[in-house]
């Protein structure tokens, strides 16, 4: 136990300084303004998996950690889509998932915004033409606006929903 003490205490500290956040404020500082003058209070934002690998599901509890905190922008992930403004759509819509999405996005009150995250929700991605596969999120529901990546980090999340919000009318 002495050992690996002494050996902690000599190596000090290796790990790596934490990223400059000076982007990512003023993205977030942006969002919070169009979030406060677009809806008057929070986005309550509803997250559906219609197919994907998973990538962009991490991505997006990225967005929850200490240092992105999506909650500080205004944006609240809630559970149900009749809680919802906003549904952010992730994969492409798999058979077994299309109507799911489609009774999903019935159950979240007007005005919804429909947002399909990464490249899959986006075309399909590399899973465009499979067998189990119906097509992109914009094949079934109508889509305000894409965030690609394969998968977007979570700053590229930020600021596709600002660009996301930033067209409503």
Known sequence: MLRQ???ALQAGI????APHASE???VGDRLRTEIARRFGRSLAIRQV???SCNGCELEIAGLAGPHYD???FGLHVVASPRHADCLLVTGPVTRNMAEALRRTWEATP???LVIAVGDCGRDGGIFRGAYAVVGAVGDVLPVDA???????????LLAGLLDAIGRLG
């Open 5 to 7: 003490l002494r050996l």
């Open 14 to 17: 290796v790990t790596e300084p």
């Open 24 to 26: 990512l404020e003023r």
């Open 49 to 51: 998996d219609a197919g």
């Open 70 to 72: 999506l909650e500080r």
């Open 110 to 112: 007007a005005p919804k």
């Open 146 to 156: 894409v965030i690609p990546g394969c998968p977007p980090s979570p700053a590229a």
